[in-house]
T-cell receptor, first 115, second 113 residues
């Protein structure tokens, strides 16, 4: 069964450094998402992306965050200057555009640790 | 405001026993409802979904859930749990006009041998 893949599985970064989290969505999917889960807390929506532009973003997704689909397969999340509170598990998700609605399929996540 | 409440943070059941995980939602329009499962160190796997139609939905791994509009609930059930069902379970809500998914805080399921 097709999967959403995320790399790396664990990223350790110094505070203030830039970090790029990578995702390869399922190949025929058109809608892409990033969520995060701070340790012990619930999964929170960050941003949705469709047709090469952001569809919606949460208040968490400030100007330190950006997303990009640089080619036909990758979908990236960049954090420009990381803060300690950015430490979390980041999940990428994608869904297709089928008849009716389609569920989002999630990757295994990237654990981001900011030192 | 849109929200999902999972009132039980931890649930412990014996292997072979039945299971029900509770979920209540608040959503201003017709909801789409989901249950995801997360095993330790793993991602979120979709167990089942409700978009419309039959309010009792069947999912993978023998799970089912029932949508009750009058109670704003979408409880997850399994008649007989297996040790491999030990994981964290997340209820979530979305909608036709709202592409993002809102998650509950999760219920961690422990299985006694």
């Amino acid at each position: 069964e097709p999967e959403v893949t995320q790399t790396p599985s664990h990223q350790v970064t110094q505070m203030g450094q830039e970090v790029i989290l990578r995702c390869v969505p399922i190949s025929n999917h058109l809608y892409f998402y990033w969520y995060r889960q701070i340790l012990g807390q619930k999964v929170e929506f960050l941003v949705s992306f469709y047709n090469n532009e952001i569809s919606e973003k949460s208040e968490i997704f400030d100007d330190q965050f950006s997303v990009e689909r640089p080619d036909g397969s990758n979908f990236t999340l960049k954090i420009r200057s990381t803060k300690l509170e950015d430490s979390a598990m980041y999940f990428c998700a994608s869904r297709s555009q089928g008849a009716g609605n389609q569920p989002q399929h999630f990757g295994d996540g990237t654990r981001l640790s900011i030192l | 405001a849109q929200s999902v409440t999972q009132p039980d943070i931890h649930i412990t059941v014996s292997e072979g026993a039945s299971l029900e995980l509770r979920c209540n939602y608040s959503y201003g329009a017709t909801p789409y409802l989901f249950w995801y499962v997360q095993s330790p160190g793993q991602g979120l796997q979709l167990l089942l979904k409700y978009f419309s139609g039959d309010t009792l939905v069947q999912g993978i791994k023998g799970f089912e859930a029932e949508f009750k509009r009058s109670q704003s609930s979408f409880n997850l059930r399994k008649p007989s749990v297996h040790w491999s069902d030990a994981a964290e379970y997340f209820c979530a809500v979305g909608g036709r006009r709202d592409d993002k998914i809102i998650f509950g805080k999760g219920t961690r399921l422990h299985i006694l041998p």
